[in-house]
């Protein structure tokens, strides 16, 4: 990759302070333990995002029967549209200021979030709404923004690979908190579950502002327009990719919101039902690593078109053709691979065509835009199950989805 510095470094002035950045020394102790810290907020952030699925089938089985599923999505959604549509000025605000009080409003923010939910009414749907998406999708948007664009800061050389590995621990929180949720809810209560991983996202909040250093490298924010960068829409590579990025985003996440109620529908008792989206998501985790791993020698956009086509082609030829749990559960490994492979990489894409100094901005307007498309997909998704009133086969509901989430996100490599 440092062969092809001069490539992917915008020409304006602004790259005066990508010089200043590479000239430092990259890693070092202090940077592998911001990588540390940084991942302990995205598996508290994305981890708490990739579990809806749970939060999904217990809604839409247990407390809000009555509620359509595509209106429940919603909840997820929101969390998802915040934390994207809030990364541009987070973004900015960590390019100015660095991470100590964004890490301090988002742990406590999400923490508290949680709590919060935790002594909520399950059956009333505006609370729900409040609390677990208008909430949490803003103390999260303030976590997961910063804890990416500081490992660039820190590495170039093997920048993909950081921001893969900490992409990855996103989906370690989305292995380990379904399976606390599912284990534990039975035993102790939905809410003193919810109340335990509130904890563990505090604690992994603590030890991150413990650990984490920034590498400051701009003056002060002089005024509040300064918060909002979309310059880099006017370079036709960012415009570009943002508008592929979109039309993917649509569908990127209606296996991990569905597939679980998808089992549920199609096989009632099954026991793969508990193990899809934790599987899906350990999958992802390898996905990222390993994709960041191999875009630091391919170039990330080489390795995420293929992988991102290959995801599609899954939808249709093993989750719309079937509903055997074996073949689901391999959907959901191979499908969540594929998928970590998009997410960890794509932010690396928009990193080599922004200037350094910008990155936290650039890369928070990018993700701005898709807020919108990661709103409306899933719901649009969930609007496509049909009723098919005979109570056999109820997997068929799911087939206009399925079909959905094909023709979006193999779009991409257009």
Not at 102 to 129: A, C, D, K, M
Not at 130 to 144: D, H, N, R, Y
Not at 278 to 285: C, G, R, V
Not at 309 to 335: E, H, K, N, R
Request: with cysteine.
């Amino acid at each position: 990759m440092a062969d092809s510095v001069d490539k992917t470094i915008p020409s304006d002035t602004e790259n005066s302070c990508f010089e200043l950045l590479v000239k430092e020394k990259e890693e070092g102790i202090k940077g592998w333990l911001t990588v540390l810290g940084a991942s302990l907020v995205y598996l508290s952030t994305f981890g708490i995002i990739n579990s809806f699925g749970f939060f999904q089938e217990l809604y839409q089985n247990t407390y809000l029967k009555t509620t359509p599923a595509s209106t429940i999505s919603f909840i997820g959604t929101i969390q998802i549209l915040l934390m994207n549509l809030l990364a541009a000025p987070a973004g900015s605000l960590f390019d100015y200021y660095g991470l100590k009080y964004l890490y301090i409003f988002s742990g406590i923010g999400t923490s508290g979030g949680l709590v919060l939910l935790s002594i909520s009414q399950p059956t009333v749907l505006w609370q729900l709404f409040l609390i677990q998406g208008v909430l949490l999708g803003l103390a999260i948007a303030f976590g997961a923004q910063p804890a990416l664009v500081v490992v660039g800061h820190h590495f170039f050389r093997r920048r993909a690979l950081v921001m893969g590995i900490v992409a990855a621990a996103g989906s370690v929180g989305g292995v380990c908190f379904p399976l606390i949720f599912a284990r534990l809810t039975p035993m102790i209560g939905f809410a003193w579950s919810v109340r335990l991983v509130a904890l563990v996202i505090l604690t992994c909040y603590i030890v991150a502002l413990c650990i984490s250093s920034t590498k400051s490298i701009q003056q002060p924010l002089s005024k509040l327009s300064e918060l909002l960068d979309f310059r880099g829409f006017l370079d036709s590579r960012y415009s570009v990719l943002a508008l592929g990025a979109f039309v993917t985003m649509l569908g990127q996440f209606v296996p991990y919101y569905y597939i679980t109620s998808y089992c549920v529908a199609a096989n009632p008792s099954s026991p793969a039902k508990v193990f899809l989206l934790p599987a899906m998501n350990a999958a992802s985790i390898v996905g990222r690593i390993l994709g960041g791993l191999a875009a630091d020698d391919t170039g990330p956009a080489n390795i995420v078109y293929p992988m991102t086509l290959l995801s599609g082609i899954q939808c249709l030829a093993m989750w719309l053709v079937t509903s055997d749990p074996g073949v689901l559960l391999a959907f959901a490994s191979l499908y969540g691979f594929c998928s970590g492979v998009f997410i960890a990489v794509l932010p690396v894409i928009v990193a080599q065509i922004s200037p350094e100094c910008k990155l936290g901005g650039r890369i928070g307007a990018f993700y701005s835009v898709l807020a919108i498309a990661q709103l409306v997909g899933s719901p649009i998704a969930g609007a496509l199950i049909r009723d098919v009133g005979d109570g056999v086969g109820e997997g068929r509901a799911y087939m206009g989805l399925i079909v959905f989430a094909v023709s979006v996100v193999d779009r991409v490599i257009l």
